[in-house]
């Protein structure tokens, strides 16, 4: 069969006119002969009667945190809203539709609820309503378990849940729409001039998703690579043709980088070692990870080292670092740019043209680190707007 996913984001069926775009969307892809599958998150955002955050609100913390199975089944409720609601609209449009649950479309998960991995996929049903001609409209996000208990699969799951049905129903392509005409070289409210990246690898758009860009979900490109099924990022809203993502990506001769992305509130901690705190010095960074401190940026050296932390994570670490009397600095409001393209690898001299068109305009490199594919950056808050720019002027 000739099927294409089609992932509708919250925002893209919180409306009444928004869902006649989501619709014709879809009769667009059964006017191509594509047999569609459409996968919907809950609608809105916080405030909205039905969003995620909405639901998570009726009940307290104490209940979130000793509940997991119980808070799984109230998330999953915004997205059983959405299907019915949007499967609606398609039969006002005449076209046959079916809701069914992650579970009914076969997405197996273990037991970690609030986050469920994937352990099987069961296709038989989706198959079957699809070869009537019927399109299955699927709630996103969700999945069962073997014992048939709802589960979720983290935030940003809905994508997650695209990439899996396409992975499985062995698809076409996967679209998922949102409410941008796709990934753009830097953020367009940072940098005017940012344009539309009309195609990117599937590692190129992971780094992107990781390092601060909100666009689709890392999951999602990950399981979407493993079947080698090409994504879409598209606009509900727009005809543009969107962002493809695939293993090749798209190779411009005049630009080594494909984009800038950035993550601010930040902290960098310099640790350095002192004759009385060796043994503390040597184990330092299993006891931070034995405290689910997530570190960034690590560079070790003899007699010092140096990582970023999320800003969340300041008052955990400085307790410890202090009941451990370890000698340390730490700079904060700091944001890590992300320097991103497969053309970097191998090319000498770009990490100093970086260093230097920064240090030209006084903004400080605080430290700096890369792989085959990007190059990161820790500055200031204060100057990232200026340094975006900069940067997108030089490489892009």
Partial sequence: MNILIQKFGGTSVSSNSRRKQVVSKVKKALADGFKPVVVVSAMGRKGAPYATDTLLSLVDDNFKADNRQAVDLLLCCGEFISTVVMCNELNNAGIKSVPLTGGQAGIITDDNYNSAELTDTKPDLIESILAKDIVPVVAGFQGINKDGILTTLGRGGSDTSAAILGVMLKAKEIQIY???????????????????????????????????????HPRAVETAMKGNIPLVIKNT???????????????????????????????????????????????????LGDNNISLDLINIFPNEKIFTIDEKDKDNILNILTSMNMNYTMIEKCCKISIIGSMIRGIPGIVAKIVDALEEKNIDVLQTADSHTTIWCLIKEDNVNEAIQILHDIFL
């Fill in 178 to 216: 949102t409410d941008v005409d796709g990934i753009m070289t830097a953020d367009p409210r940072i940098v005017h001039s940012a344009e539309r990246i009309p195609a990117m690898s599937y590692n190129e758009t992971f780094q992107f998703a990781e390092q601060g860009a909100k666009v689709i």
């Fill in 237 to 287: 809203m727009t005809d543009s043709e969107g962002t493809i993502i695939n293993s090749m990506g798209y190779r411009d001769s005049k630009k080594l980088i494909t984009g800038i992305t950035h993550i601010a509130g930040r902290v960098q901690i310099s640790i350095r070692l002192r004759d009385n705190t060796k043994e503390n010095y040597k184990h330092i960074l299993k006891i």
